[in-house]
């Protein structure tokens, strides 16, 4: 009797470490498969599982940003860019902000007419659309300053509330590589067109068939700025073609500072520049044209291009005076 006891001891010995190797198994094999990109993708988790994050997010006294917008109109096919400058003091916790708009082109009896204002002999076409005029404001964390219609005009002074995040005294305003390239983008090389496309910045653009499949479509030739806007601190700079669906999904924190708004499968160039410690210092996106003129048919605006570019990050803050001149916004009712 003893030998068939011991036996039934070591079989159930046997058998408890293989259940507990399995579960070990299992344990380990479930949280790989849980990184992994398919379960990430599938939990809606990407842009939670950065490339290398950086322990600490770069810091900085003062920043001055500009981006320039340039839109086409259905009436005239008038193009207008808009330029905005935001300069940041994140000492006194002070923004100010200035706009301003440009009538830079119009489509009359279907020649391309490039216009700096008015041209003289050019016979725009009525309804037009006319650049807004400039605008400034100033943002405090309790408080927003409009300038009036003219110099001579007081300020009108708002209430904020609460800082909840989301203005231009955001510390993420400046996002930084691991903010826009989560680990697909980053798997998808992107080409340095400095490298490879010399001063014009021509190159063979990248897509995302690898990631797609086939129904990607094809990469129709696309315009591209060239590199002349391009900060001299940008020490990382790539570029990739896609549509504006897939950079959103790839890329939604960079897609969501152009603010875009396309119709589906648009095709697109879009460019990241970094600098050495990592923040975005330039953004640059080329709409393919046919495809936003197209779209007129049933949208009142279509963007044409966005550049965005920081132009100072110092360690130095700016001082950002309020204005004197300034009476309270009558409140809405």
Request: zero cysteines; aromatic letters at 6%; glycine letters at 10%.
């Amino acid at each position: 009797m003893q030998p068939s006891t011991s036996k039934r001891n070591i079989k159930g010995t046997i058998r408890r470490v293989v259940s507990w190797l399995a579960v070990i198994g299992i344990g380990v094999g479930g949280w790989f498969a849980y990184g992994s990109e398919p379960v990430q993708r599938a939990l809606g988790n990407r842009e939670q599982f950065r490339v290398e994050p950086p322990e600490v997010r770069p810091e900085y006294a003062s920043a001055v940003i500009e981006s320039v917008s340039e839109y086409v109109y259905p009436v005239g096919e008038s193009t207008i860019s808009s330029t905005v400058v935001t300069t940041v003091d994140r000492e006194t916790e002070r923004a100010s902000v200035s706009r301003t708009n440009a009538l830079t082109g119009l489509s009359v009896d279907g020649q391309s007419v490039p216009i700096v204002g008015v041209l003289p002999g050019v016979a725009v076409p009525e309804g037009t659309v006319v650049p807004a005029a400039a605008s400034a404001r100033i943002v405090t964390f309790d408080a927003v300053f409009r300038k009036g219609a003219t110099d001579a005009d007081p300020w009108t002074r708002s209430p904020r509330p609460p800082y909840v995040g989301g203005t231009e005294l955001d510390p993420y305003l400046i996002p930084t590589i691991d903010d826009v390239i989560g680990f697909e983008l980053a798997a998808i090389p992107g080409r340095d067109p400095r490298a490879e496309g010399g001063a014009t910045g021509e190159i063979e653009a990248t897509t995302m068939q690898e990631v797609l499949g086939p129904e990607a479509g094809t990469t129709s030739a696309l315009p591209e700025h060239d590199l002349s806007n391009v900060p001299e601190d940008v020490v990382d700079l790539r570029r990739w073609t896609t549509d504006d669906g897939t950079w959103a999904l790839l890329s939604p924190v960079g897609h969501d500072i152009a603010g875009l708004d396309l119709p589906d499968g648009t095709r697109l160039v879009f460019t990241y520049g970094f600098d050495a410690d990592g923040l975005l210092r330039y953004l640059d996106v080329e709409i393919d044209p046919a495809v936003a003129v197209a779209g007129l048919d049933h949208i009142d605006e279509s963007m044409l291009s966005f550049e965005w570019r920081v132009t100072s990050v110092s360690d130095d803050a700016i001082t950002i005076d309020l204005p004197a001149n300034v009476v309270d916004a009558t409140p809405s009712a």
